[in-house]
């Protein structure tokens, strides 16, 4: 399976490659966010922040 099989499917789902790839990269980020936040020092960090 290659980069084109994966556009042409979810080009049969709806939507242009483009939102797929914006959809991509924001499931991506999230995750990455939800995997940062998992870790006490950094919720910690981040309220000191917010609320300092």
Not at 4 to 9: F, I, K
Not at 23 to 34: D, G, I, Y
């Amino acid at each position: 399976m290659n980069a084109a099989d994966v556009t042409h499917g979810l080009k049969i789902l709806g939507g242009g490659t483009k939102m797929w790839v914006g959809v991509l990269v924001f499931a991506v980020a999230c995750s990455a966010v939800c995997l940062w936040l998992n870790d006490p020092k950094n919720r910690q960090s981040l309220r000191d922040g917010l609320f300092a």
